[in-house]
C-alpha cells in the first residue's frame, strides 16, 4: 500500500531553517494534491501550504513569505522549506498526499497521512 515516509524536523533557533521532506512509495496511479499540516497539543490540524500537480501552490497566511512548498512529480516527493523560523511554528508536521484511483470506471480519492515530525522552534 501507499505510504509516506518524513524527514527533516528538528529543533532550530528562531531565525533558523530547516527543511521537511516526504516520500511516496508504493504502488499508485496518480498523486493529486501534496501538503503539509501542523498540529500542536490541544488544537486542530492546520494547513500550512499545498501545491497542485501543475505547480499551484497554498499558503497559510501565517508563512506566507517565509516557507515554500516544491514537488518533484517524478521522484514523487514535497518538500517544505522554512525559513525565517518562529517559536509559534513549532509544531508537529504533518505530510499529506492525495492518491486517485480508478476501478471499473469508477474513481476513487483517498488522502494518505504520514507520521509526522517534530518541529521545535527555540528563542
Known amino acids: 500500500q501507499v505510504q509516506l515516509v518524513e524527514s527533516g524536523g528538528g529543533l532550530v533557533q528562531a531565525g533558523g531553517s530547516l527543511r521537511l521532506s516526504c516520500a511516496v512509495s508504493?504502488?499508485?496511479?496518480?498523486?493529486?494534491?501534496m501538503g503539509w499540516y501542523r498540529q500542536t497539543p490541544g488544537n486542530e490540524r492546520e494547513l500550512v501550504a499545498t501545491?497542485?500537480?501543475?505547480?499551484?501552490?497554498n499558503y497559510a497566511d501565517s508563512v506566507k513569505g517565509r516557507f515554500t512548498i516544491s514537488r518533484d512529480n517524478v521522484k514523487k516527493t514535497v518538500l517544505l522549506q522554512m525559513n525565517s523560523l518562529k517559536p509559534e511554528d513549532t509544531a508537529v508536521y504533518y505530510c499529506?498526499?492525495?492518491?486517485?484511483?480508478?476501478?471499473?470506471?469508477?474513481?476513487?480519492?483517498?488522502?494518505?497521512w504520514g507520521q509526522g515530525t517534530q518541529v521545535t522552534v527555540s528563542s
Open positions: 499529506k498526499v492525495q492518491i486517485s484511483t480508478r476501478v471499473l470506471g469508477q474513481r476513487y480519492l483517498y488522502d494518505v
Open positions: 508504493g504502488s499508485i496511479s496518480s498523486i493529486d494534491v
Open positions: 501545491a497542485t500537480t501543475s505547480g499551484d501552490t
